[in-house]
């Protein structure tokens, strides 16, 4: 494995979950990390967490292409360009292709296709100025294959999926490795009150955010001499 030690990171969804989970430990590891989500105050906490040492963090919306650019600036401005993205941010909703509302199914697409987007293309630049680095795109075992009531959440995965795939042909020449994470159910904020309640037993069986962080952190610190195109994960207790 190689040393990620000074690294820089932005990781977006940031504010709780996998991305939350993903920073605290590319932080433990040396990273410079950049933080962006819609919760402003939320980045703040994990901010004063982690001592702001090594952080900052810009309150993001990436449905809009303007702040994403202005999240990058942060990352080039404070630790001087960028190494790694983690396009983590993301929303879910449980429910027919009939029962979701207009609003839920453009925040469903606009969220997690297009929000990631966005990231990618305004990433790749300085990636590409570093003379390599590295892409994880956060999808999931939806993006593979989708489940009853998800339809709308799992084609938006399954778009990361084909975008990974894709970027992964085009912009390895360049030295930058592109990685499509799907993890399976996990304990977080996701779907909360959208077809997933606090209460439910099956929370308990899930894999927790911190798994999937780990798994983030051991691809990023892979040798350069190879790559991991898609990584499928899910608890020992899933039957799917």
């Known amino acids: 494995m190689r040393d990620l030690q ?27 990390i950049v933080l962006g989500a819609r919760r402003g105050h939320r980045l703040k906490e994990i901010a ?15 449905r809009e292409p303007e702040q994403v650019e202005d999240l990058f600036a942060v990352a080039v ?18 429910g027919g292709i009939l029962d979701l509302d207009d609003t839920e199914i453009r925040e469903l697409i606009d969220t997690n296709l ?7 293309r305004h990433a790749v630049p300085l990636l590409a100025a570093r003379e390599g680095g590295d892409i994880v795109l956060v999808s999931s075992v939806a ?3 989708g489940r009853q009531d998800e339809a709308v959440y799992a084609a938006t995965k399954h778009g990361v ?8 042909r085009e912009l390895r020449p360049q030295g930058i490795r592109v990685t499509a994470m799907c993890p399976g159910a996990t304990d977080t904020e996701f779907a909360m009150g959208k077809g997933r309640t606090p209460d439910m037993p099956q929370l308990r069986t899930m894999m927790r955010a911190d798994d999937v962080a780990d798994a983030i ?24």
């Open 6 to 32: 000074g690294k820089v990171a932005v990781v977006t969804g940031a504010g709780s979950g996998i991305g939350a989970a993903t920073a605290r430990r590319l932080h433990q590891l040396g990273v410079h």
């Open 48 to 62: 004063d967490e982690l001592g702001n040492e090594r952080v900052a963090w810009a309150e993001v919306d990436i």
């Open 77 to 94: 401005d404070a630790f001087g360009g960028v190494d790694c993205v983690v396009a983590n941010a993301g929303v879910g909703a449980y």
């Open 114 to 120: 297009t929000g990631t987007v966005w990231c990618v």
């Open 143 to 145: 993006g593979l294959r």
């Open 161 to 168: 999926v084909g975008l990974a795939g894709s970027l992964d």
């Open 217 to 240: 952190a051991y691809a990023l610190g892979q040798p350069t001499s190879m790559r991991t195109l898609l990584w499928s994960m899910r608890s020992i207790a899933s039957e799917n």
